[in-house]
């Protein structure tokens, strides 16, 4: 079992930057894809970003070249670095790990931008 616990959100006015970092109690296995997801109130959760086991990156028009994933399975950790945040940024982010066997999420952090 792996617990997921996300870190870094909250209040930021538009065009400003936020790191979020998630952090994982146990080795996370190589093999997983981490993955960033957020919801907005009313909305359907959301995938803003991933990073595979081999460091293959993606993200949806909506985010891309604004944020950015990274992973460092030595320290257990993956981030998402947001820039130019936009009010339709707003939304609780959610760490996600999935292997072909199973699959974790975070409580979830809120991320919130003022216009």
């Known amino acids: 079992q792996v617990q997921l616990v996300e870190s870094g959100g909250g209040l930021v006015q538009a065009g400003g930057s936020l790191r979020l970092s998630c952090s994982a109690s146990?080795?996370?296995?190589?093999?997983?894809?981490m993955s960033w997801y957020r919801q907005a109130p009313g909305q359907e959760r959301e995938l803003v970003a991933f990073?595979?086991?081999?460091?293959?990156?993606d993200y949806p028009s909506s985010v891309k070249g604004r944020f950015f994933i990274s992973r460092d399975d030595a320290q257990n950790t993956v981030s998402l670095q947001m820039n130019d945040l936009k009010s339709e940024d707003t939304g609780v982010y959610y760490c996600?790990?999935?292997?072909?066997?199973?699959?974790?999420w975070g409580q979830g952090t809120q991320v919130t931008v003022s216009s």
């Open positions: 990073v595979t086991a081999g460091g293959l990156t």
């Open positions: 996600h790990a999935k292997s072909a066997f199973s699959t974790f």
């Open positions: 146990s080795n996370i296995d190589p093999y997983y894809t």
